[in-house]
């Protein structure tokens, strides 16, 4: 892993925007992005999905990132999503997280995290299962940035969404270089 990397994280709830968000980032600061490895996961499932299921899915989203770190030569690394997912996911839809989950969560951080308000219209996908339930996760992924002690900003906005997001990394930035 490449310590000097600075890894910038966007999280939120389900139809945020956080894709497209992602790429747009990485376009805009000129680096690669690490995608969601679950969407991938999912999309191959052929049964509901299983405790194992999310072992697998947390290990895939840290390999990939990993792998996108040694591919990036740039000092910034966008990651749609991380495997805090796996956590927010596993408890409410099985009751549990995995041990490992908890574990990594302590260890495996990131530098800082946008976290997208759920302000724009649901999109319906597929995969994805929690139509009518942003504001729960939204305060899910609230409680789950503070207890990491994370440092998060949360940005909203239909049409200044990607400004808004640039914004907030761009002053983030500048503190980091003041360090």
Same mark, same amino acid.
């Given at each position: 892993?490449?310590?000097?990397?600075? @890894? *910038?994280a966007?999280?939120?709830?389900?139809s945020?925007?956080?894709?497209?968000?992602?790429? +747009? !980032?990485?376009? $805009?600061?000129?680096?690669?992005?690490?995608?969601?490895?679950?969407?991938?996961?999912?999309?191959?499932?052929?049964?509901?999905?299983?405790?194992?299921?999310?072992?697998?899915?947390?290990?895939?989203?840290?390999?990939?990132?990993?792998?996108?770190?040694?591919?990036?030569?740039?000092?910034?690394?966008?990651?749609?999503t991380?495997?805090?997912?796996? @956590? *927010?996911?596993?408890d409410?839809?099985?009751?549990?997280?995995?041990?490992?989950?908890?574990? +990594? !969560?302590?260890? $495996?951080k990131?530098?800082?995290?946008?976290?997208?308000?759920?302000?724009?219209?649901?999109?319906?996908?597929?995969?994805?299962d929690?139509?009518?339930?942003?504001?729960?996760?939204?305060?899910?992924?609230?409680?789950?940035?503070k207890?990491l002690?994370?440092?998060?900003?949360?940005v909203?906005?239909?049409?200044?969404?990607?400004?808004?997001?640039?914004?907030?990394?761009?002053?983030?930035?500048?503190?980091?270089?003041?360090?």
């Open positions: 892993m490449n310590k000097n990397i600075i @890894k *910038i966007i999280v939120g709830p389900e945020t925007g956080k894709s497209t968000i992602s790429k +747009a !980032l990485a376009q $805009h600061y000129q680096t690669l992005w690490v995608p969601e490895y679950a969407r991938y996961y999912c999309a191959a499932l052929t049964a509901p999905c299983t405790l194992q299921d999310e072992v697998n899915m947390f290990h895939g989203q840290i390999a990939l990132e990993e792998a996108m770190e040694v591919a990036c030569n740039t000092s910034l690394l966008i990651c749609d991380t495997f805090l997912t796996v @956590k *927010i996911w596993s409410y839809q099985l009751g549990e997280t995995p041990q490992m989950v908890l574990d +990594a !969560l302590q260890h $495996h990131y530098n800082f995290y946008i976290l997208l308000k759920n302000d724009i219209p649901w999109e319906p996908d597929p995969l994805r929690f139509e009518g339930l942003s504001d729960y996760f939204m305060d899910v992924w609230r409680k789950e940035l207890a002690d994370a440092n998060y900003v949360e909203g906005g239909l049409e200044n969404r990607l400004q808004n997001a640039i914004a907030a990394i761009d002053e983030f930035l500048k503190t980091v270089k003041k360090h």
